[in-house]
């Protein structure tokens, strides 16, 4: 099986920057896809960022010019550096991977989420 691990997030000024990062482990033959969405309650949970192998990074149009996913292939992490943060960026952020289990194998992953609060 995979798990991923989330790490970050917390309670920051609106303007301000914060880091997450998330770790997959397990069962991991190759990963296809690493990146982030975000829920609020109520509504429908939404990509934020994603980061494919070979086909370059995704992002929800909501953050672009603030938001920067990267991945470090080595470690099988991914990170997203949030900048100039918005109070309508308060959510749960969740890590989400597309990873093939073995060479013919594969699934869709998610972490356990981590809340981002931006708030005055």
């Known amino acids: 099986q995979v798990q991923l691990l989330e790490s970050g997030g917390g309670l920051v000024q609106p303007g301000g920057s914060l880091g997450l990062s998330c770790a997959a482990s397990?069962?991991?033959?190759?990963?296809?896809?690493m990146g982030w969405y975000r829920q609020v309650p109520g509504k429908q949970r939404e990509l934020v960022a994603l980061?494919?192998?070979?086909?370059?990074?995704n992002y929800a149009d909501s953050v672009k010019g603030r938001f920067t996913i990267s991945r470090d292939n080595v470690r099988n992490t991914v990170y997203l550096q949030m900048n100039n943060l918005e109070p309508e960026d308060t959510a749960v952020y969740y890590c989400?991977?597309?990873?093939?289990?073995?060479?013919?194998?594969?699934?869709?992953?998610w972490g356990q989420g981590t809340q981002v609060t931006v708030s005055s």
């Open positions: 989400y991977a597309y990873i093939h289990t073995t060479q013919r194998d594969w699934g869709r992953f």
């Open positions: 397990g069962s991991i033959f190759s990963i296809n896809a």
């Open positions: 980061a494919n192998s070979g086909t370059g990074t």
